[in-house]
């Protein structure tokens, strides 16, 4: 199967890994746009407890005019979700959607090029962590 997301596991603790995780999106031009705080959410809709899971929702406006200029429904994938998740044993995983094989599935060769920039964005934010 093919991976559809770029990971790495941090020893960090919870709050700080989504600090570092924002930093360094910010670093390559992403605004957190949304944040869902899973646990939080599973807990006041379902009265279930659910590890500590973060989705945030990063966006490069640049680089989302550019997919919502060439394919007028690539809304649907964006933001480019990132998740922070605690694993236990002091280990939390960062992991960000591979926009390369999102935008693959569209079918439209005018997204290859974008998705490409973006994903080498989102592996310099996974890798500096």
């Avoid at 998740?85 to 960062?94: A, H, L, R, S, Y």
């Amino acid at each position: 199967m093919t991976e559809y997301y770029l990971s790495k596991t941090l020893a960090l603790p919870y709050e700080e890994a989504i600090a570092r995780v924002t930093d360094e999106l910010q670093k390559e031009g992403f605004g957190v746009l949304t944040e869902i705080d899973v646990a939080a959410t599973l807990k006041k809709k379902l009265n279930v407890d659910f590890r500590r899971y973060r989705i945030l929702g990063a966006c490069n406006p640049q680089f989302a005019h550019k997919a919502l200029t060439a394919e007028a429904h690539i809304g649907v994938y964006l933001p480019c979700n990132v998740i922070v998740q605690d694993v236990g044993n002091g280990k939390i995983d960062v992991a960000a959607v591979d926009p390369l094989i999102a935008m693959s599935r569209v079918g439209n060769p005018n997204l290859s090029a974008i998705a490409e920039e973006v994903q080498a964005k989102l592996r310099r934010v996974i890798a500096a962590l």
